[in-house]
């Protein structure tokens, strides 16, 4: 084609194309809003981001429409490679294991070599002199294709003619399919490609043809997200009588920015050996307008055999997403040799894509959130508020003694490559000590009073009378045999009374009773006369939390709901063991208790109820 003529034919292409263009560019401007709103392509040049092509698309020949022996080279029913006139190209909805996938498309036959662009007003498009890429619109579902256009149709085939001469010396000429799914104009790099070659009188005949080249491009990264999560409980320890407690869990999950990794283009070069004979000692090779050298498998020293030869790439770029423009560029190179068509002279030809756009790959961005206890709480994704919070709550029964353990564990699972994190609360419910104390009542009955007159010389030497003489207030017990000293109990409590302007008889009554409980509970003292679990003396009680017994002045009392703090009645104390409240106590009477606490009323009874509470067993351990 002369350079007039060529010149002529871009100058009626520009003029029928700018109402196009004008509606290009509105269409351009909506892709990248859309794309920004979402951040999945962030390449620079073009701002189109169409979806790529998937699976193959071929051109053959149609013989239903045309007859037979219009193709020179090639699989007729599937994919020809040669041809005897451009009126004989048809695209090929291609067979069921390679049409492209469902969707609409357009197509474009260019001139091969250097810049691939399918777009209409681009320099090496053939099909836009004669219509816009909207005639040459198609749709394909499930290996059918549908067409609405000017182009023949027929057998599942559009016809390409017409389009313009190739200014390819040896007649090939490229036939381009790309995706509309994400409007117009199109990325180039995005489309398929297929290689074909006119052979007529008027050009592209027997002699020695150079190779073309064509590929795709891929270019993605990885950008996977890390999660981390917490737990969270109103209260981890519940010192209560009775009843059930609810503990109120919160679960926080957190994502980060993400970590770029795997950033990489990838694809398959397609070189086309349009003679009978291999090409041989041929290299393909493939780049990055930033310098990177991309591994071309078996690109090296190759042989090039007659038809489409395939070679997969790719491209390593590492943890950075280039930040400018960069162009992808494959080329072959062959050294001179002699066909049997004639001496094909070495040289070498390229494809390029200019402005490769990246597609992001999202790594983790939602993880499936469980917990031991309340099962699967949910799925935290990204664009989810940050942190995701889930709430829960779960009852546990008090139990009756002692105190009981619950672990409660978060755990989230990553729906790509099932990365994991685990948080854990442990709460505590504690119903009362199990320490196998007796009320004052049992002291005054028959059964109390009969360990008190058979055991009170005591089984180390430390009789009853003397450790009872060893506090304050029963430094007016008057004599050790065991029959005064029961009685001496009996009087105790039956004179415990709260009237008056002291309580000093009912703290003096509820003591006694603990004391008892104390010295009838161990080895060192009285034996274990009350088969108590464990010496009472030695059990550590949290003065921060008794319980106020309702009918405590006899049988067996229970308690209120009512918790007070009885610290201050034992210098500040938050726990004590039982001995070590009797001694405190007892530190603050006169012999025989006559003035206690200094006769304050308040403070003698939360002593009073300390003392009270050991002895019904609803007093908390510390």
Known sequence: MSGEHLTMRRARRWAGLLPLLAVAAVAAACNNARDVMSNRDVGPGRPSFNTPVTGAGFTTVNETVDGTGHCLNGNPAVNCNIYDGKDFVWLNGGPSTAYVGDGSYFFAVLSP??????????????????????????????????????????????????????????????????SLADGYPVTPS????????????????????????????????????????????????????????????TVNVTHDGGTISNVKVTG?????????????????????????????????????????????????????????????????????????????????????????????????????????????????CVGDANPKTFAYSRTITVPQFGCKSYDNTATFTATDDAATGSASQTVTVCGPAKTGALTMGFWQNRNGQGIINSYCAGTSGTSLYTY??????????????????????????????????????????QMLATALDVYFSSSALGGNKINAPAPIGGVAIDLTKICKIIDGSGGTGTCSSTYQNVSSAFGGATSLTVSQMLAYAASQSTSGGSTWYGNVKATQELAKNAFDAINNQLAFAA
């Open 113 to 178: 070599g250097g810049q691939a662009d399918p777009n209409d007003g681009a320099a090496k498009n053939l099909s836009d002199d004669f219509d816009a890429y909207t005639n040459r619109t198609f749709s394909v579902s499930g290996g059918t294709v549908s067409y609405l256009g000017s182009h023949l149709f027929d057998s599942n085939k559009i016809r390409l003619s017409p389009y313009a001469d190739t200014d390819n010396s040896g007649g090939v000429y490229l036939m381009a399919i790309c």
């Open 468 to 509: 009872l003489t060893g506090f304050n207030p029963f430094k007016d017990l008057a004599s050790s045999s065991c029959a005064n000293v029961a009685t001496y109990v009996y009087s105790i409590i039956k004179a415990a009374n709260a009237s008056g302007a002291a309580m000093n008889a009912m703290l003096k009554a």
């Open 268 to 380: 398959k070069i397609t070189v086309s050996n349009f003679n009978v004979d291999n090409i041989t000692a041929a290299d393909v090779t493939d780049k990055l307008s930033n310098g990177t050298v991309c591994t071309v498998t078996g690109g090296s020293t190759t042989t090039l055999g007659p038809g489409d030869n395939d070679f997969d790439y790719s491209c390593d770029l590492g943890s950075s997403v280039p930040s400018g423009t960069l162009d992808n560029t494959a080329t072959v190179t062959w050294s001179t040799q002699t066909l049997s068509t004639g001496e094909l002279a070495g040289s070498s030809t390229d494809f390029t894509f200019n402005s490769i756009s990246f597609t992001r790959n999202d790594v983790d961005e939602c993880v499936n959130v469980t917990d031991s206890n309340a099962g699967s709480l949910g799925t935290a």
């Open 190 to 249: 995005k489309c398929k490609y297929d290689a074909f070659k006119i052979r007529t009188s008027g050009g592209g005949g027997g002699e020695s043809q150079a190779p073309v080249i064509t590929k795709d491009a891929t270019a993605t990264y990885d950008n996977k997200y890390g999660w981390t999560i917490t737990k969270d409980v109103d209260k981890t320890l519940v010192k209560q009588v009775g009843g059930s407690v609810t503990f109120n869990y």
